[in-house]
């Protein structure tokens, strides 16, 4: 069993900074590639950004410029730095494997808002 703890949520102001992590309680990231997901209340859990297991990065063209993804596969442990952000950002944001192979966590919620 693998589970996944998301923390550093928080009220923000848009235009501010949070930076999410997710620890896991086993060593996986360095062979699985890494995504970071958000649901905001009535809208489809997608896909905000993923580290491959080599450091490739991709991410969501909403969030492109603005959030970078990074690991720490010593700590089992991947980041999501969010700068810039706006309302329509908010979410719940989870981590899971790029193919979601693992359960859900609790995620974290991001509430941007003045």
């Known amino acids: 069993q693998v589970q996944l703890v998301e923390s550093g949520g928080g009220l923000v102001q848009p235009g501010g900074s949070l930076r999410l992590s997710c620890v896991a309680s086993?060593?996986?990231?360095?062979?699985?590639?890494m995504g970071w997901y958000r649901q905001a209340p009535g809208k489809q859990r997608e896909l905000v950004g993923v580290?491959?297991?080599?450091?490739?990065?991709n991410y969501a063209y909403s969030v492109k410029g603005r959030f970078t993804i990074s690991r720490d596969n010593a700590k089992n442990t991947v980041y999501l730095q969010m700068n810039s952000l706006k309302p329509e950002d908010t979410a719940v944001y989870y981590c899971?494997?790029?193919?979601?192979?693992?359960?859900w966590g609790q995620g974290t919620q991001v509430t941007v808002s003045s």
């Open positions: 899971n494997s790029n193919d979601r192979r693992f359960d």
């Open positions: 086993r060593n996986i990231f360095s062979i699985y590639a």
């Open positions: 580290v491959t297991s080599g450091g490739i990065t």
